[in-house]
């Protein structure tokens, strides 16, 4: 298995204003991913975090608006930039260990732009 | 690139009956395909999966099936009991790219 550990839980923050959110797993993993859960709704991937390059966006989603980190095995972190009200919502990271893994998910960001 | 379909997107059942969802994908070479189920304000949780070389998988009152030919596959819970209400997504992966259904609501009835 692997813990995640997800920094913050929640916050309400400002239209304009970033904010970063952090991932950390207690072991290496192969891959991390970002996804946005609105509410009642399915996850939809906002991109693939790869350690020491550029992260993989999905379509819909761009780098200066969500960039994103991976600097090493066990941690990433996404930044939700110039935030508006529609950016309200869950932010969840999630990992493979392996490719032919299951996936886990960290305890998600509840994020609020007011 | 990959498209899963969910059936239905909510589902009441009485305690003790079974409960059934469906999920279709579009992406012939998908190999993986798990279920989570996700409590409210909780984060999505691994109950069961199946790989391509398998058609069906057990595991206690929860079961899945694949038909690849169909490209379908689904969940099957037995006996159900109010804490099986949740929401309970399908995903399909091929490689480095999985994709979730839009999610099912189960709610079980006392």
């Known amino acids: 298995s692997a813990v995640i550990s997800q920094k913050p839980s929640r916050d309400i923050c400002q239209r304009g204003t970033s904010l970063t959110i952090q991932c950390q797993v207690d072991?290496?993993?192969?891959?991390m991913f970002w996804y946005r859960q609105q509410p009642g709704q399915s996850l939809t991937l906002i991109a693939t975090?790869?350690?020491?390059?550029?992260?993989?966006?999905e379509s819909g989603f761009v780098i200066d608006k969500f960039p994103i980190s991976r600097p090493n095995l066990t941690f990433s972190t996404l930044t939700v930039s110039n935030m508006s009200p529609e950016d309200s919502s869950i932010y969840l990271c999630?990992?493979?260990?392996?490719?032919?893994?299951?996936?886990?998910f960290g305890q998600g960001t509840r994020l609020t732009v007011v | 690139g990959e498209n899963v379909e969910q059936h239905p997107s909510t589902l009441s059942v009485q305690e003790g009956d079974s409960a059934v969802i469906k999920c279709t994908y579009s992406?012939?070479?998908?190999?993986?395909f798990p279920w989570y189920k996700q409590e409210l304000g909780k984060r999505p949780q691994l109950i069961i999966d199946?790989?391509?070389?398998?058609g069906e998988k057990k595991d206690q009152r929860i079961a899945v099936t694949l038909n690849k030919t169909a490209k379908h596959f689904s969940l099957h819970i037995t006996e159900t009991q109010p804490e099986d209400s949740a929401v309970y997504f399908c995903?399909?992966?091929?490689?480095?790219?999985?994709?979730f259904g839009a999610g099912t609501r189960l709610t079980v009835k006392p």
């Open positions: 975090a790869n350690q020491g390059s550029e992260a993989t966006y």
């Open positions: 999630s990992v493979w260990k392996g490719l032919n893994t299951e996936a886990f």
């Open positions: 992406d012939s070479a998908s190999n993986y």
């Open positions: 072991s290496q993993v192969t891959m």
């Open positions: 995903a399909a992966r091929r490689n480095n790219d999985m994709r």
């Open positions: 199946i790989r391509s070389n398998v």
